[in-house]
């Protein structure tokens, strides 16, 4: 079974920029949930959707976080416009239901905010 | 507020002995708890999980422990291998579409 797709894997931008990620889930899993990991720190959920619904967006600083999975596939998170605090591991997972089912990460891209 | 506590930074352990890991946690109503494993420049993979209903899982040379009057719980390796060296993170969530918690990880090197 392929797993979680992350790309890119790596990102260097300047502050006030634009940036965007893409996740592909693994095929039939549901679930889907953006997290952000600051070095040192465990990973903390930005959003989570189920299909293409969002589920909860409670941690998700919404004046320049962004995001979507349109048909309930694909999705990307945007950050515009990004600022230093932004620099971190940026990691999708996703897991079959929103229950009792261990999520399955990626690999992350690794955001520098220069 | 910290609700899922890793109290270590790091741990060593010899090749071959027992490694342990604890997590501590502060919101009575996590009632799922997950071990992640990750390699440096990976995402976590997912390790091995209980649900409160258990006080005990087991996994191969992967064992975890809770102790919910304690609020706490702990991965056993037994026995450890050079190829553990990762940082094992806890997690947690209470029912219903609850956010996973987690800890900030606890960095195991086990030395051969």
């Known amino acids: 079974e392929a797993g979680v797709a992350q790309s890119p894997r790596y990102k260097i931008i300047e502050k006030r920029q634009s940036v965007a990620f893409w996740c592909n889930p693994i095929?039939?899993?549901?679930?889907l949930y953006w997290y952000q990991q600051i070095l040192g720190q465990g990973p903390k959920l930005l959003i989570q959707f189920q299909n293409n619904g969002v589920v909860d967006d409670s941690q998700l600083p919404k004046d320049r976080f962004s995001a979507e999975r349109l048909k309930g596939v694909d999705s990307t998170l945007k950050i515009q416009p990004a600022k230093l605090e932004d620099s971190a591991v940026y990691l999708c997972?996703?897991?079959?239901?929103?229950?009792?089912?261990?999520?399955?990460f990626g690999d992350g891209t690794r955001l520098s905010i220069l | 507020d910290q609700q899922v506590k890793q109290n270590s930074p790091s741990l060593s352990v010899q090749e071959g002995r027992i490694s342990i890991l604890n997590c501590d946690y502060t919101n009575s109503m996590f009632d799922y708890f997950l071990w992640y494993k990750k390699y440096p420049a990976e995402g976590p993979t997912f390790l091995i999980s209980?649900?409160?209903?258990?006080d005990k899982n087991e996994d191969g040379r992967f064992t975890v422990f809770l102790n919910k009057s304690a609020k706490h719980l702990s991965l056993h390796i037994v026995p450890s291998q050079p190829g553990d060296s990762a940082v094992y993170f806890c997690?947690?969530?209470?029912?219903?579409?609850?956010?996973?918690?987690f800890g900030k990880g606890t960095r195991l090197s086990v030395i051969a």
């Open positions: 095929s039939g899993h549901a679930t």
């Open positions: 997972a996703s897991s079959l239901t929103n229950s009792n089912q261990p999520q399955h």
């Open positions: 209980i649900s409160s209903i258990k």
């Open positions: 997690a947690a969530r209470a029912s219903g579409n609850t956010p996973l918690v």
